[in-house]
């Protein structure tokens, strides 16, 4: 692949910028190299991207290059998985300066450290199903045991004909209640919103829609979000339906929150939205671009 030059000039920041900010390579579990991502988000008319691999940040050298290669703004990512009430939640840190990232470093090796046993732990459920040999067929696709997720055991899951496709696999079996869901332990929410603002970095609620939680406990996670230093919420993301969009927009509002864009692409076959094809932000809202700590990246 050639990334020597670049495509586009660098657009200057605005309001309207086609950003897309929560994305997934293979450091994670996307299915494709930084590198590649780059290239399919600038194809895709995306002018201000991030990668914003699970708990890792192995990739964003790579990306930052790669982005600046195609013409696009660059912004570092990740996402952090967060315990919360009943639920896993997941913050994305945006613009952190990788030289200042040693406690978000040492935060994020200790929440992969937790990922090879619950893994371990998800394949004895779903053995107990009558599906043997998860692990290894999840790790396959993972590559290390500590960055084994849900998503490669459901590619696991796909690729050896027991389900259709994630939508199956998740109902059938890797959601509360099902054969190979195990509950975790992740960082908490304090914890991950230090790291990512001790790095110079914004902290982001990411697919806010997604979570199971009860009306009282979503409300505490807003308001507790911002108490410890948040900034962002992901108003406009694949999973949204409209009508959530609209109410994530009000949340930023009564919040005083940014409002985030991002596709969680993962894969060109799995992912509901591709790359830099998403609706605007709806209006009335500042853009997390737009934030002072952002703005001058």
């Known amino acids: 692949m050639n990334i020597s030059r670049p495509k586009t000039s660098i657009s200057p920041l605005s309001p309207e910028l086609n950003a897309d900010l929560h994305s997934h390579s293979t450091a994670s579990d996307g299915t494709l190299e930084p590198e590649a991502l780059a290239e399919r988000a600038a194809a895709n008319g995306v002018q201000l991207w991030s990668l914003t691999d699970h708990d890792v940040i192995s990739g964003q050298a790579r990306a930052h290059a790669a982005a600046s290669a195609c013409g696009m703004r660059y912004l570092t990512g990740v996402e952090i998985s967060v315990s919360f009430a009943s639920d896993t939640v997941h913050i994305v840190g945006l613009g952190f300066d990788p030289a200042e990232s040693t406690a978000l470093a040492r935060g994020l090796a200790a929440n992969r450290d937790g990922r090879g046993p619950r893994a371990q732990k998800m394949a004895e459920g779903l053995a107990k199903a009558g599906i043997s ?24 899951l796909i690729e050896t004909g027991v389900c259709r496709d994630n939508g199956e696999v998740f109902r059938r079996f890797l959601t509360a209640g099902k054969p190979g869901y195990v509950p975790h332990h992740w960082a908490g929410l304090s914890e991950a919103i230090g790291w990512i603002t001790q790095a110079g970095g914004v902290a982001v609620i990411a697919h806010p829609a997604r979570y199971r939680l009860t009306p009282v406990e979503k409300y505490a996670l807003f308001t507790e979000f911002k108490t410890h ?61 737009m934030l002072p700590q952002l703005a001058s990246r």
Do not use: C, Q
């Open 229 to 289: 230093g948040g900034h962002g919420i992901e108003v406009v993301t694949s999973s949204h339906t409209p009508a959530e969009i609209a109410h994530y927009a009000s949340i930023a509002r009564e919040f005083n929150l940014a409002a985030s864009r991002g596709s969680d692409f993962h894969s060109p076959r799995e992912s509901r939205t591709d790359l830099g094809r998403l609706p605007p932000l709806p209006a009335g809202l500042t853009p997390v671009w």
């Open 133 to 156: 040999g998860a692990y290894e067929g999840a790790l396959r696709h993972a590559g290390s045991p500590a960055l084994i997720a849900r998503t490669h055991f459901a590619r696991f």
